[in-house]
């Protein structure tokens, strides 16, 4: 499901489960870089989002249009809600909050691709 | 001046909102989470194909209104939101422990998944563990609030 896409948005929500699982880890609170990791992820999730759409409607792929379209849009939701949630923890726990957020945005990409290859209902 | 009545515990500004503080705020965070899967799940099951197993989709329904309230309550964490954060957590625990059970014991009611069937295995038995979580942890924030000798 336009592969490229979908392997950018693994590696920016991977990269910001592990750099904010590292912050928590060492008790810092989150600081710009984090933050522009966030936001980088936001946009491959955008692209995720515009891709996935695309996809749905130029081809006519055996999938439920409704059930697609609510995980993209759950996809690009989460991060800015975390970030929200996150500035408001001027503590290790606002890190953390990004943490829980990229590693749902790797199980929502996940359920995505089962769906669209039609494993799993 | 020793008058005979204990001292009264004090609420300071941020004690209002302890729940949804510290590590509170992964708690919230969690629960948002489940809040917005429960909530989708219930909506397309209802609105899309609500014949098919119409008991185990108003269960996912119930499952998604309680997953609101506790995420509302934890993150307000005033007194009244604690009780109310209390109440639905339990309600929640009792909720995966019954509907848990019944998926296994009797397929016929559960043909389609809920957040709650089989404990919560679709999800990775989070819907099982998040209760207990947040039950430890509002006992915390109550005896942290407990008037201290």
């Known amino acids: 499901m336009l592969l490229p896409v979908t392997i950018a948005v693994l590696v920016c929500a991977s990269a910001l489960a592990v750099a904010s699982g590292i912050v928590t880890a060492r008790d810092r609170r989150a600081g710009t870089g984090l933050l522009l990791l966030a ?19 130029s081809s006519s792929h055996d ?16 991060v800015p809600l975390a970030v929200f949630w996150a500035l408001g923890e001027p503590t290790r726990w606002g890190p953390g909050v990004l943490t829980v957020a990229a590693l749902v945005v790797l199980v929502l990409v996940a359920r995505l691709h089962q769906l669209w290859s039609g494993t799993g209902a | 001046m020793p008058d005979g009545t204990p001292p009264q515990p ?3 500004a941020d004690d209002g909102s302890r729940a949804g503080r510290g590590p509170g705020r992964i708690l919230v965070a969690v629960y948002a989470v489940f809040a917005l899967a ?5 909506t397309l099951q209802i609105s899309e194909y609500f014949h098919r197993a119409p008991v185990a989709y108003l269960l996912s329904a119930l499952a998604a209104v309680i997953y609101l309230v506790a995420t509302v309550a934890l993150a307000r964490g005033d007194r009244t939101s604690v009780k ?11 909720g995966v422990l019954v509907v848990g059970a019944l998926s296994y014991v ?4 559960f043909p389609d998944k809920t ?7 679709g999800y ?26």
């Open chain 1, 63 to 78: 999938v439920s249009a409704a059930l697609f379209i609510a995980y993209l849009v759950g996809l690009v939701v989460v």
């Open chain 2, 106 to 109: 009797d397929h016929e009611a």
């Open chain 2, 84 to 94: 109310v954060a209390t109440v639905s957590c339990t309600i929640e625990l009792l």
């Open chain 1, 39 to 57: 936001g980088v992820t936001e946009l491959a999730v955008v692209a995720q989002l515009v891709a996935g759409v695309v996809l749905l409607t």
């Open chain 2, 38 to 42: 429960a909530t989708g799940r219930a």
């Open chain 2, 124 to 149: 990775g038995y989070v819907p099982l563990v998040l209760p207990v979580v947040g039950l430890l942890w509002l006992r915390q924030v109550r005896r942290h609030r407990a008037p201290v000798a």
């Open chain 2, 10 to 12: 004090i609420e300071t």
């Open chain 2, 115 to 121: 957040v709650w069937s089989h404990f919560g295995s």
